[in-house]
């Protein structure tokens, strides 16, 4: 009788198996995308803390405050955040609810910048990352009380 030599179907699935175990186990060292992540979150926060400081804006025109008007003497409207203190991270806290601002620690941002002077003024803020302090991205906070 003549025997054909060869791998069974059995071998060569089983060597299929182990060798997409081993993929699997080995791509994420070679694929990192926490860069990419924190590029976005940064990108995401700074774009919510944009549209809060234009809604906040709006609000506090609607209810009376005057453009020009010097901060230090403008009067509060409730529910309006007061940016006189400019980017830091209380008023950014203020802005957006769910994100924790912090001069350090991981998972937190830090914010900063100047400080408006007078109701409508606009000053560019900066957020960073503080799990990595080259993710940075800017948005302008508009001066109200």
């Known amino acids: 009788m003549n025997r054909e030599s060869g791998f069974t179907l059995i071998e060569l699935v089983m060597v299929i ?18 860069s990419e992540a924190r590029t ?25 405050q005057v ?4 901060l230090s003497s403008a009067t509060a409207i409730a529910s309006i955040t007061d940016t006189t203190a400019g980017c830091t991270n209380t008023v ?32 560019t803020c900066t957020v960073t990352s503080n799990d990595d302090n080259t993710k940075t991205a800017t948005f302008v906070l508009t001066g109200t009380k």
């Open 17 to 34: 198996v182990i060798l997409g175990i081993l993929a699997a186990t080995a791509l994420p060292k070679f694929i990192d995308t926490t």
């Open 92 to 123: 950014a806290g203020n802005l957006v609810d769910g994100v924790v601002f912090a001069a350090s620690g991981s998972g937190t941002y830090a914010v900063s910048g100047g400080s408006p002077t007078n109701v409508g003024d606009t000053v």
């Open 67 to 70: 453009v020009g008007t010097a």
């Open 40 to 64: 976005a979150a940064v990108a995401g926060i700074v774009g919510g803390l944009g549209s809060s400081n234009a809604v906040n804006f709006a609000g506090s025109l609607a209810k009376g």
